[in-house]
């Protein structure tokens, strides 16, 4: 007997393991678009599901209206009404119900446009987490009645619609919208109108059957997919300042009633739009691991300014931002362009940091007094003059002004002290030799001052 029982037990583990053996191992997801990943995509799970377990995750989604919380403040386009009760996942998708329910105890005011809530209740669910950038995929079946299914994101100001679809419109010269593939960009600091639109005609009817519908969104382009073939493109080039799309996006599917299209009928309801799955890609995050910042140092006249430049590496980084900051204002200000303003004498520390890792680089900035080049009267005009060699180490220093006036030249210091001064008459170009003035290594300011104008120009010398 005990030897029956145990030929029995091996007999089920041996079933058992060839069970799972002869199981298909699933397959690694990339996006419908790039089957073999060479755009190197890494799922986001934060964002994505397969609805395989009921009830929803309510860790990752909002179901619109739990909890008194609504997304945006918006309970569905009037007459229909978001409900918590029509939303559930069965049979390996999430399904979206409309259903008519003229006893559901409806908001009693009217939405934007003056329209009541009555009648008709919808479902809208929400990522709890936002992504910036990426690849956007729904596999989905738009419901087969007079209502909008839509896929779509928002955020700071913007609207990111992937697709919306009437599945089948009750009004008359509506059919063209059953196999209409309509996406859209709104801009809401502007009252959220479209800012750019697409409608195609794609070879089924999306409330027939499943179909998978993408959107590849980075920091210059949005392109729009009907299983797998490119329908449309925006670019941050064709939208200029209307190129919304730069915040992080939460993700909505949902219901709702277009009037001007057509409503449902009580007896065409309930009707579900089903989604097998909703799945986000994003490509590894470059971390960034230093910045740099040129010039390093910067000598500057009171008034004068200066643009620095920041270089964040390496050159793929995510996130590139960048903020400027001065350790002395009074001295130097600068701008969030890295344009730094020489304020009054003295020294000053300009410092870029980046956004991501907190790395800083410094520029140091020496301010000095105007004095030494200052016009001797409102009348004079003050130009530039070219000096060469600059730096200057040996030999003569060659200045050019722009004609051949009497001129007197003036070197000063950075206290605004002359240190060396001559008269010349008739010369486009002076050649004198600093190293036999005795001038020590530092900036100097030279000025050419005759027939009512002044020349100026900083020298360092090394």
Same mark, same amino acid.
């Given at each position: 007997m005990i030897k029956i029982k145990l030929f029995l037990i091996l007999t089920i583990w041996v079933c058992i393991f060839s069970i799972l053996s002869i199981q298909p191992v699933m397959a690694q997801q990339y996006p419908f678009t790039d089957p073999t990943n060479t755009g190197n995509w890494i799922l986001n799970t934060e964002v994505s599901d397969e609805f395989e377990t009921s009830p929803l995750d309510e860790v990752k989604w909002l179901i619109q209206g739990t909890g008194g919380v609504w997304m945006s403040n918006f309970h569905g386009r009037a007459p229909s009404q978001f409900s918590l009760n029509n939303v559930r996942v069965e049979t390996g998708k999430l399904m979206l119900q409309t259903r008519w329910e003229p006893n559901y105890p409806f908001n009693p005011t009217v939405d934007k446009n003056g329209v009541k809530y009555e009648n008709f209740t919808t479902s809208a669910v929400i990522s709890k987490k936002q992504f910036l950038y990426g690849y956007m995929e729904i596999k989905a079946k738009t419901a087969n009645v007079s209502i909008q299914s839509s896929f779509w994101m928002t955020g700071q100001?913007? &609207?990111?619609?992937?697709?919306?679809?009437?599945?089948?419109?009750?009004?008359?010269?509506?059919? *063209?919208?059953?196999? =209409? @593939?309509?996406?859209?960009? *709104?801009?809401?600091?502007?009252?959220?109108? %479209?800012?750019?639109?697409?409608?195609?005609?794609?070879?089924?009817?999306?409330?027939?059957?499943?179909?998978?519908?993408?959107? &590849?969104?980075?920091? $210059?382009?949005?392109?729009?997919?009907? $299983?797998?073939?490119?329908?449309?493109?925006?670019?941050?080039? +064709?939208?200029?300042?209307?190129?919304?799309?730069?915040?992080?996006?939460?993700?909505w599917v949902d219901n709702e009633t277009f009037t001007w299209q057509g409503v449902p009928a009580e007896s065409d309801l309930p009707? $579900?739009? &089903?989604?097998?799955?909703?799945?986000?890609? +994003? *490509?590894?995050?470059?971390?960034?691991?230093?910045?740099?910042?040129?010039?390093?140092?910067?000598?500057?006249?009171?008034?004068?300014?200066? %643009?620095?430049?920041?270089?964040?590496?390496?050159?793929?980084?995510?996130?590139?931002? #960048?903020?400027?900051?001065?350790?002395? =204002?009074? #001295?130097?200000?600068?701008?969030?362009s890295g344009v730094v303003t020489a304020v009054s004498a003295g020294s000053a520390t300009i410092t870029v940091t980046t956004n991501d890792g907190n790395k800083t680089a410094f520029c140091s900035v020496t301010v000095i007094p105007a004095t030494g080049i200052s016009p001797l009267s409102g009348n004079e005009e003050?130009?530039?003059?070219?000096?060469?060699?600059?730096?200057?180490? %040996?030999? =003569?220093?060659?200045?050019?002004?722009?004609?051949?006036? &009497?001129?007197?030249?003036?070197? @000063?210091?950075?206290?605004?002290?002359?240190? @060396?001064?001559?008269?010349?008459?008739? +010369?486009?170009?002076?050649?004198?030799?600093?190293?036999?003035?005795?001038?020590?290594?530092?900036?100097?300011?030279?000025?050419? +001052?005759?027939?009512?104008?002044? @020349?100026?120009?900083?020298?360092? #010398? =090394?």
């Open positions: 100001n913007s &609207e990111l619609d992937v697709y919306e679809n009437n599945g089948n419109p009750s009004l008359p010269g509506k059919e *063209h919208l059953k196999t =209409e @593939f309509w996406s859209s960009i *709104h801009n809401w600091a502007t009252g959220g109108n %479209s800012v750019w639109t697409n409608r195609s005609q794609l070879p089924f009817m999306l409330a027939g059957g499943f179909h998978v519908y993408g959107c &590849e969104w980075t920091e $210059d382009y949005a392109k729009f997919y009907a $299983d797998g073939i490119l329908y449309a493109t925006a670019t941050k080039a +064709q939208l200029g300042s209307n190129w919304v799309l730069t915040n992080p996006l939460w993700i009707a $579900d739009y &089903e989604i097998e799955y909703i799945r986000v890609w +994003q *490509h590894a995050l470059v971390l960034v691991t230093d910045v740099t910042v040129s010039p390093t140092s910067a000598s500057l006249i009171v008034g004068e300014t200066a %643009s620095l430049t920041a270089t964040v590496l390496p050159a793929d980084a995510a996130d590139k931002t #960048v903020t400027w900051s001065s350790g002395n =204002e009074s #001295v130097a200000t600068v701008n969030t003050a130009e530039k003059i070219n000096l060469y060699p600059n730096p200057y180490a %040996s030999g =003569e220093l060659t200045i050019e002004i722009p004609d051949k006036p &009497e001129v007197s030249l003036d070197i @000063f210091d950075l206290y605004g002290k002359a240190v @060396f001064s001559n008269n010349y008459n008739g +010369q486009s170009t002076i050649k004198v030799n600093p190293s036999k003035l005795g001038l020590n290594m530092g900036l100097y300011i030279v000025k050419v +001052q005759g027939n009512n104008k002044s @020349f100026f120009g900083k020298l360092v #010398v =090394e």
